[in-house]
C-alpha cells in the first residue's frame, strides 16, 4: 500500500510539473508574441468612425513599428502614459514634415496630399467644416502627427500635440469581431 501511495504521489508530481513546464512555455510564447508580432487591440469610442466603430476587437501589427516601419495613412495604436490609455488613431505626418490643413486640405511640406481613406458621404454631413484648418508644425526626429478619421469627433494630435515613435505600439487593424465587420483595414 505504501509502495502504491508513492508511486501516486509521484505521478501527480509528474503531472503537475508537466502542467507548470506547459503554463511557462504558453506564457513565454505569448509574451514574446505580444511584444514582437501582434497585440490584440479593442476599439473604445468614435474617433475612427466609420472606419472603425467602438467595440470592434482586433489584432494589430507589433513588428512593423519595431523595424521603424510607419507609414503614412497607418492606423496606429498610440499608448498615454500619462493616463494610461490607449487611442487608436491614423498617421498623417511623418517625423521631419511639415504638416497643415487649410480649406480642409492636408498639406505635407507644402504639397496638397489626398486622403482618400476618407468616407467622402460622411464628411459631407459636417457641411464643409468636417477638418478645421491647422496652421504648419514641423516633426520632430521621432515624431508623428495622427488624427481620427472621424474628425469632427476626436482628441487626437490637434489636442495632444505630436505623437513620440515611443508612444506607437502598433499599426495596422484586422477586425475579428464583430464578426460582420471582420477584415483588414489597415496595416
Given at each position: 500500500?505504501?509502495n502504491?501511495?508513492?508511486?501516486?504521489?509521484?505521478?501527480?508530481?509528474?503531472?503537475?510539473?508537466?502542467?507548470?513546464?506547459?503554463?511557462?512555455?504558453?506564457?513565454?510564447?505569448?509574451?514574446?508574441?505580444?511584444?514582437?508580432?501582434?497585440?490584440?487591440?479593442?476599439?473604445?469610442?468614435?474617433?475612427?468612425?466609420p472606419?472603425?466603430?467602438?467595440?470592434?476587437?482586433?489584432?494589430?501589427n507589433?513588428?512593423?513599428?519595431?523595424l521603424?516601419?510607419?507609414?503614412?495613412?497607418?492606423?496606429?495604436?498610440?499608448?498615454?502614459?500619462?493616463?494610461?490609455?490607449?487611442?487608436?488613431?491614423?498617421?498623417?505626418?511623418?517625423?521631419?514634415?511639415?504638416?497643415?490643413?487649410?480649406?480642409?486640405?492636408?498639406?505635407?511640406?507644402?504639397?496638397?496630399?489626398?486622403?482618400?481613406?476618407?468616407?467622402?458621404?460622411?464628411?459631407?454631413?459636417?457641411?464643409?467644416?468636417?477638418?478645421?484648418?491647422?496652421?504648419?508644425?514641423?516633426?520632430?526626429?521621432?515624431?508623428?502627427?495622427?488624427?481620427?478619421?472621424?474628425?469632427?469627433?476626436?482628441?487626437?494630435?490637434?489636442?495632444?500635440?505630436?505623437?513620440?515613435?515611443?508612444?506607437?505600439?502598433?499599426?495596422?487593424?484586422?477586425?475579428?469581431?464583430?464578426?460582420?465587420?471582420?477584415?483588414l483595414?489597415?496595416?
Amino acid at each position: 500500500m505504501e509502495n502504491k501511495n508513492k508511486e501516486l504521489w509521484k505521478a501527480i508530481g509528474n503531472e503537475a510539473l508537466d502542467w507548470a513546464k506547459t503554463l511557462a512555455v504558453s506564457f513565454l510564447i505569448v509574451t514574446i508574441t505580444v511584444n514582437f508580432f501582434i497585440r490584440t487591440i479593442q476599439v473604445d469610442g468614435s474617433s475612427m468612425y466609420p472606419t472603425l466603430e467602438s467595440d470592434e476587437f482586433g489584432l494589430s501589427n507589433v513588428l512593423s513599428v519595431r523595424l521603424d516601419q510607419i507609414e503614412r495613412f497607418d492606423i496606429a495604436v498610440i499608448y498615454m502614459e500619462k493616463d494610461n490609455k490607449y487611442l487608436v488613431k491614423r498617421v498623417i505626418g511623418l517625423p521631419g514634415e511639415t504638416v497643415s490643413y487649410r480649406s480642409g486640405i492636408l498639406y505635407i511640406n507644402g504639397e496638397e496630399v489626398r486622403e482618400r481613406f476618407l468616407d467622402t458621404d460622411y464628411c459631407r454631413n459636417y457641411n464643409g467644416v468636417f477638418m478645421g484648418d491647422i496652421d504648419e508644425i514641423t516633426l520632430g526626429e521621432n515624431e508623428y502627427y495622427c488624427l481620427g478619421d472621424n474628425r469632427p469627433n476626436s482628441k487626437d494630435s490637434r489636442y495632444y500635440g505630436p505623437f513620440q515613435k515611443k508612444q506607437i505600439k502598433c499599426v495596422g487593424a484586422l477586425i475579428l469581431y464583430p464578426f460582420d465587420r471582420f477584415g483588414l483595414r489597415s496595416w
